[in-house]
């Protein structure tokens, strides 16, 4: 199944999910709202705008404010087009694409007109969508029986979205190729970010998230935020956790590189051998915390064989000394958002979640997985000196070699991260598809 036959197969099954959400919550019709823009403080410079991921599941061709949808079971959906009239601003071009044989398109030139287009045949609505987009007679209420339906199913990929996330996973990993010819150079992380944007296509405000470019002991921040226009005096370690868009699916992939054979080069292909072992698990009806806590006893005995920790993987788990090399949770639901919604949901009422493990307050995602979940795996190994300085002044500061340690110090650390899809069988592994397509 291809082109329009996926996205009309896609925009049933956003009706099918709607359809189930409204019956449960006692309403007649939904309208989701893609968003406004927001300014500045003291400003009229709007921040980058991105629509709202609930707008997006129905039409992520659409990318601009202000706009609407309405949908009510049995009928086609209706989109409230903003199309201001406007000679400051390029304004949106008129509808075009396959979408438009799926809706009934109504052109606004204000947003206060939104409600008066919209059909009084709407019965009891539940409007969806962040406060900002209110209008007078159309104000988000967000009930939680409705929204609790549709995070809970959006865990569930279409054909269509898989489609996108395997593109953006093909952007992702054609920019990672050139970051990577880039640190070899010998560029800043500043170089870096640049070589990637430019071999992505794509923009700081394009892409899904703040790209992560940490040379040397950057690499030890788990979400290392600047990019260093200096050249560092020695390119010894990169760490890259950068993604790409694809009609507002994400792709999210981390690589680390050594600039040579050692230590730290030993280090990254154990991590890497890990995170291999724990993609294998990522299978249909698979506990995802369990996948979490498998990354701990495999990381743990990696610690052991490379002389860093000086006791056995159990006892490092138990103890909690594993937690200081690798103290984020092993993945996350992802699509419309990088951290996607209804990770601890056990049924689509939201009224079960379940619980993280006991110590693991960073896990995203505790649900059982089912085909066609696309998650994260991203194990790591970090030489984060807030929190080795509390494992040395604490009772386990012996299960430590610390010689060892302080050698790794200056590399950072390593995180390797795939986009997997699962399924019946074995798990599809986006990303590495995608570096297999862009050699």
């Not at 896609?10 to 939904?30: F, I, M, T, V, W």
């Not at 008129?94 to 206060?112: C, K, L, M």
């Not at 170089?191 to 892409?207: D, F, N, P």
């Not at 072992?277 to 498998?294: C, E, G, K, P, S």
Request: with cysteine; charged share 25%.
């Amino acid at each position: 199944m291809e082109g329009s036959s996926l996205y009309a197969e896609h925009l049933k099954e956003q009706q099918r999910r709607a359809d189930r959400a409204l019956e449960l919550g006692g309403y007649d019709s939904l309208l989701i709202a893609s968003g406004s823009l927001r300014y500045h403080f003291l400003d009229d410079n709007p921040f980058a705008f991105k629509p709202s991921p609930l707008f997006r599941s129905w039409l992520p061709q659409v990318t601009s404010s202000d706009c609407w949808i309405a949908y009510r079971p049995g009928q086609a959906p209706t989109l409230i087009y903003h199309q201001p009239a406007d000679y400051w601003h390029q304004t949106p071009q008129d509808p075009q694409g396959e979408w438009t044989d799926h809706f009934q398109v109504v052109v606004s030139r204000r947003r206060e007109d939104a409600a008066k287009l919209l059909s009084d045949n709407l019965g009891r609505c539940a409007i969806l969508g962040p406060e900002i987009a209110a209008v007078e007679g159309l104000h988000p209420d967000n009930p939680e029986a409705v929204l609790s339906v549709l995070h809970y199913h959006r865990a569930k990929k279409t054909g269509f979205e898989l489609e996108q996330m395997r593109g953006a996973n093909r952007l992702a990993a054609r920019a990672h190729r050139a970051a990577e010819a880039a640190f070899r150079a010998g560029e800043s992380e500043w170089g870096i970010h640049l070589r990637y944007m430019a071999a992505a296509g794509q923009g700081e405000t394009e892409l899904p998230y703040g790209n992560i470019i940490a040379l040397n002991e950057h690499a030890a921040v788990l979400h290392y935020q600047v990019q260093d226009r200096a050249v560092p005096p020695a390119h010894r370690s990169f760490l890259i956790d950068a993604g790409a868009d694809q009609l507002g699916y994400a792709a999210d992939i981390t690589r680390s590189y050594a600039s040579e054979d050692g230590p730290y080069a030993e280090l990254i292909s154990a991590v890497e051998e890990v995170e291999l072992a724990l993609v294998a698990m990522a299978t249909a009806d698979q506990d995802y915390a369990q996948i979490h806590l498998a990354a701990h006893q495999l990381l743990a005995e990696k610690l052991r064989e490379l002389e860093i920790i000086q006791i056995d993987a159990e006892e490092a788990v138990a103890s909690g000394v594993s937690r200081t090399f690798f103290p984020h949770g092993v993945g996350h639901l992802i699509g419309l958002q990088v951290h996607d919604v209804g990770g601890f949901q056990g049924d689509e009422s939201g009224k079960q979640p379940i619980a993280k493990p006991d110590g693991h307050p960073y896990l995203r995602l505790t649900r059982r997985l089912q085909p066609d979940y696309v998650v994260t795996i991203e194990p790591g190994v970090y030489f984060i000196p807030m929190l080795l300085d509390e494992l040395r002044a604490g009772p386990h500061a012996g299960a430590v070699n610390w010689e060892r340690v302080e050698s790794l110090l200056p590399y950072g650390g390593v995180r390797i991260e795939d986009d997997v899809r699962v399924t019946d069988a074995a798990p599809e592994n986006l990303s590495r598809n995608a570096f297999a397509e862009v050699v």
